[in-house]
T-cell receptor, first 113, second 117 residues
Framework: KQEVTQIPAALSVPEGENLVLNCSFT??????LQWFRQDPGKGLTSLLL?????REQTSGRLNASLDKSSGRSTLYIAASQPGDSATYLC????????????FGRGTSLIVHP | KAGVTQTPRYLIKTRGQQVTLSCSPI?????VSWYQQTPGQGLQFLFE???????NKGNFPGRFSGRQFSNSRSEMNVSTLELGDSALYLC????????????????FGSGTRLTVV
């Protein structure tokens, strides 16, 4: 059974810092790994999707990497801004099955001015 | 274009009652998935419907059920509510018409906050 862990659970940083959020998964036979953002009381917004054959994806100040062999993915946020404050979740979809994604518990990020 | 619409946004029910939540997907999307989110368990998959058929089901008791209509709108029902059913219920729709969950194709609604007292 796939298990996804996100570290740290919470993070508070001053504006302008570069951040790394970590996601680890137990079953390396994944189809894809995706990062989402969730604002309080809202649904999930897709940020980046990495297919199993890819090593990283970039969108603006965000960069996500994937290392299947070690069961890890990282989300790098450059030059953080207060508007980045949200909960970030990763989801791993295992291959060879029903393609149901397993979510981590998320990292709650606060960027203060 | 309109996003995924979930109604109602908030709901308070008493233990033992039943509840029905509604999800209207993005126009043209045929796949609708439901998730339960709680502080203790995080985000958990409930079930997925495609063309009025349940295609996948998570590990939830039979009190949780759903259906999808011909216009792709979906409802989920929880019978005999328990305190532990208090959660944010999220719906996601996708234009993907095969069992390859790319997830970037999924759009989430804002959710229904259910409180059971």
């Amino acid at each position: 059974k796939q298990e996804v862990t996100q570290i740290p659970a919470a993070l508070s940083v001053p504006e302008g810092e570069n951040l790394v959020l970590n996601c680890s998964f137990t079953d390396s036979a994944i189809y894809n790994l995706q990062w989402f953002r969730q604002d309080p009381g809202k649904g999930l917004t897709s940020l980046l999707l990495i297919q199993s054959s890819q090593r990283e994806q970039t969108s603006g100040r965000l960069n996500a990497s994937l290392d299947k062999s070690s069961g890890r993915s990282t989300l790098y946020i450059a030059a953080s801004q207060p508007g980045d404050s949200a909960t970030y979740l990763c989801a791993a979809t295992a291959s060879g099955g029903s393609y149901i994604p397993t979510f981590g518990r998320g990292t709650s990020l606060i960027v203060h001015p | 274009k309109a996003g995924v619409t979930q109604t109602p946004r908030y709901l308070i029910k008493t233990r033992g009652q039943q509840v029905t939540l509604s999800c209207s997907p993005i126009s043209g999307h045929r796949s609708v998935s439901w998730y339960q989110q709680t502080p203790g368990q995080g985000l958990q998959f409930l079930f997925e419907y495609f063309s009025e058929t349940q295609r996948n089901k998570g590990n939830f008791p039979g009190r949780f059920s759903g259906r999808q209509f011909s216009n792709s709108r979906s409802e989920m029902n929880v019978s005999t509510l328990e305190l532990g059913d208090s959660a944010l219920y999220l719906c996601a729709s996708s234009s993907r018409d095969r069992a390859s969950y790319f997830m970037d194709g999924y759009t989430f609604g804002s959710g229904t906050r259910l409180t059971v007292v």
